[in-house]
């Protein structure tokens, strides 16, 4: 009873003291809280850094450190997210700087320029892959001292030059990163001229063109071991994808101009030449035309234009026949067709009758460029002077041959004219003594007549030997044309001593020459052999057919021409009959008269064998 009279008595102050106890302890827990509460209202308005200062063991203690940890990392999360920003930022800014490099600058060193100064690098090179080698090229650098890499020797092949992080970067086609240079083996080639110049982590990234070919390499340095993290990685590849397109760029409008400067001059030389060609083509003093197969003209020089009293911009489009013949269609003998379907070039003359004109007409087939269509270039000569100072040389060259005939054949007129004098005597006789006999008298005029037609066969020769209308170009048969010749050389009395033999193929065609030419061509040869032969021997006179061409040979029994003497026997003034007053034109002037005529003259000679002569004329 005593214990609870005392008990009761002493819990007033028991009361009193816990009451007192919970007063206290509710104001600590409530400071404690109010810290809590007031680190969490900083976070909340954004001060990331603030702290929960507590201590003890307590739940509230616990409470503060939990937060102290959540809002260092959240503080260390927003660092690295600002830090991620600021790269963004500098890698847009990078990319905008390295879009807007003016084509006067070097792209590959404002690329490495750009790198280090926007993306705060220690320093930065650009490699190019060498064409043909699997070196690669250091083109570009910034942060290096001027010549640190030219020493250095970097591959992408399979040595150990090529196993590091450039060579693997091109190999692979993807980023190298070495972060601590230190411990990367595949680092050891470059490792002490790195750490040298500060650098401390290094990467290689490839830059590769539209179509994923790797053009060459990026390489970045940082003086940071493990600098190059994910996300700075990311960053960098967007950055290397921007330069290799900014290179590529820049090089395809380096490859651009430089075609558009190669291209320029190629007009210029082109327009250059043009120019030269066309002044080259109305230089020429030769009628130059251009012609398609349906015989337009499509071109002309000056030269033509002048000759027809016009220009060349009025030729083109009009018909050659037009100038060359005053007529609207082709002639029948237009060469034109027959060079586009022989496809080889052809010659002629041609003698215009409105203007007396004698021109040498040269035919070319040919192809337009660019196309399949066919035409021809047409070049006409004037020869006209050439012409009559030829035709003046071979009438000199046959008044002298028929100087050197005149004694022969006055000596063949005398016989005739000794029967003539004879029979007019005896007629006259008669008629003094009045003894007129019919049957005499007709058997006398019969000689005379017969002889007086002698004589004018005679002289109609040799008329015929001069007279300029036998030059014409006309159809001639060459079997008469060697009688006529052998009657001729017969009136000297040459031919006495001498065995004639022919060989004429039957039924010769014709060709298409001038009569008068020919005929002293043969003059030529036929009386050079009788020389040789001294007019004693065999000559002999063929012809044959050969593929639409008539071939005449001339042979003699003489002691042939010296072999010395044979490559020069058809120059001019060159003689051996200078004692017998030789000139020396005769054998140049048959030459120049059968090429003339489209044909060739050879000779075959042998020591005491003779001579022959083949003469090869186009059949008419």
Same mark, same amino acid.
């Given at each position: 009873r005593n214990f609870v009279k005392e008990f009761l008595a002493f819990v007033p102050s028991l009361l009193i003291a816990g009451l007192a106890m919970l007063i206290l302890t509710r104001a600590l827990v409530s400071r404690r809280l109010n810290t809590v509460i007031e680190g969490m209202r900083k976070f909340k308005d954004g001060d990331y850094g603030a702290r929960i200062a507590l201590t003890g063991d307590d739940e509230i203690t616990r409470l503060g450190e939990g937060f102290n940890e959540m809002s260092e990392e959240i503080s260390r999360s927003q660092r690295e997210l600002k830090k991620y920003a600021e790269e963004l930022l500098s890698l847009a800014v990078s990319s905008n700087v390295v879009s807007a490099v003016p084509e006067t600058e070097n792209i590959h060193e404002a690329v490495c320029h750009i790198a280090v100064k926007e993306l705060k690098l220690k320093m930065a090179w650009i490699g190019l892959l060498k064409k043909g080698s699997c070196e690669v090229d250091p083109v570009a650098q910034y942060g290096f001292e001027k010549g640190c890499l030219s020493s250095v020797r970097i591959t992408w092949d399979d040595t150990p030059a090529g196993t590091g992080p450039t060579g693997m970067a091109i190999r692979t086609k993807t980023p190298r990163i070495v972060n601590d240079?230190?411990?990367?083996?595949?680092? #050891?080639?470059?490792r002490d001229e790195a750490m040298k110049r500060g650098c401390r982590s290094s990467m290689a990234l490839p830059l590769l063109s539209s179509d994923g070919e790797a053009l060459g390499v990026l390489n970045l340095y940082s003086g940071e071991r493990v600098y190059f993290t994910r996300k700075r990685i990311r960053v960098l590849v967007v950055f290397a994808n921007q330069s290799a397109s900014a290179i590529e760029n820049r090089?395809? *409008?380096e490859h651009l101009e430089k075609k558009n400067r190669e291209s320029a001059q190629q007009l210029k030389v082109i327009s250059r030449s043009q120019k030269e060609w066309q002044e080259t083509f109305d230089s020429i003093t030769d009628l130059v035309t251009i012609h398609d197969a349906d015989h337009t003209i499509v071109r002309a020089n000056k030269a033509f234009a002048q000759?027809?009293?016009?220009?060349?911009? #009025?030729?083109?489009?009009?018909?050659?026949?037009?100038f060359f013949h005053g007529t609207n269609k082709p002639v029948h003998s237009c060469p034109l067709s027959g060079a586009l379907c022989a496809n080889e070039p052809g010659?002629?003359?041609?003698?215009?009758?409105?203007?007396?004109?004698?021109y040498f007409i040269t035919i070319f087939p040919m192809t337009f460029p660019g196309s399949e269509n066919r035409g021809i270039i047409h070049i006409?000569?004037?020869?006209?002077?050439?012409?009559?100072?030829?035709?003046?040389?071979?009438?000199?060259?046959?008044?002298?041959?028929?100087?050197?005939?005149?004694?022969?054949?006055?000596?063949?007129? +005398?016989?005739?004219?000794?029967?003539?004098?004879?029979?007019?005597?005896?007629?006259?006789?008669? +008629?003094?003594?009045?003894?007129?006999?019919h049957g005499i008298?007709?058997?006398?005029? +019969?000689?005379?007549q017969e002889e007086v037609f002698r004589c004018k066969t005679i002289t109609t020769s040799m008329l015929s030997f001069v007279r300029k209308n036998t030059y014409e170009k006309m159809?001639?048969?060459?079997?008469?044309?060697?009688?006529?010749?052998?009657? *001729? *050389?017969?009136?000297?009395?040459?031919?006495?001593?001498?065995?004639v033999r022919k060989r004429f193929v039957p039924e010769l065609s014709v060709v298409q020459a001038s009569e008068g030419e020919l005929r002293q061509v043969l003059l030529v040869i036929i009386i050079n052999a009788l020389d040789a032969m001294q007019d004693n021997g065999i000559l002999t006179l063929a012809t044959e057919r050969r593929e639409g061409s008539v071939l005449v040979r001339v042979s003699d029994t003489g002691p042939g021409i010296p072999a010395e003497l044979q490559p020069r026997i058809f120059d001019p003034f060159f003689t051996t009959k200078q004692?017998?007053?030789?000139?020396?034109?005769?054998?140049?002037?048959?030459?120049? *008269?059968i090429m003339n005529h489209n044909g060739t003259i050879d000779v075959f000679s042998s020591p005491e064998q003779g001579t022959t002569f083949t003469i090869l004329l186009p059949l008419s």
């Open positions: 240079m230190d411990s990367d083996p595949a680092y #050891a080639p470059w090089s395809l *409008i000759c027809y009293n016009t220009t060349p911009q #009025a030729v083109v489009g009009r018909k050659c026949h037009e010659t002629h003359e041609f003698t215009d009758d409105r203007s007396g004109r004698t006409a000569r004037d020869v006209t002077e050439e012409r009559e100072k030829e035709m003046r040389l071979i009438m000199s060259e046959r008044l002298a041959s028929l100087g050197q005939m005149a004694s022969g054949i006055a000596h063949e007129i +005398n016989n005739p004219l000794a029967s003539i004098a004879g029979c007019s005597e005896g007629l006259l006789a008669r +008629n003094r003594e009045d003894r007129y006999d008298f007709e058997k006398y005029l +019969n000689i005379i159809d001639v048969d060459v079997k008469q044309l060697l009688e006529k010749t052998l009657e *001729i *050389i017969g009136f000297q009395g040459r031919l006495k001593h001498v065995e004692e017998k007053g030789g000139t020396g034109l005769g054998l140049s002037i048959a030459r120049r *008269i």
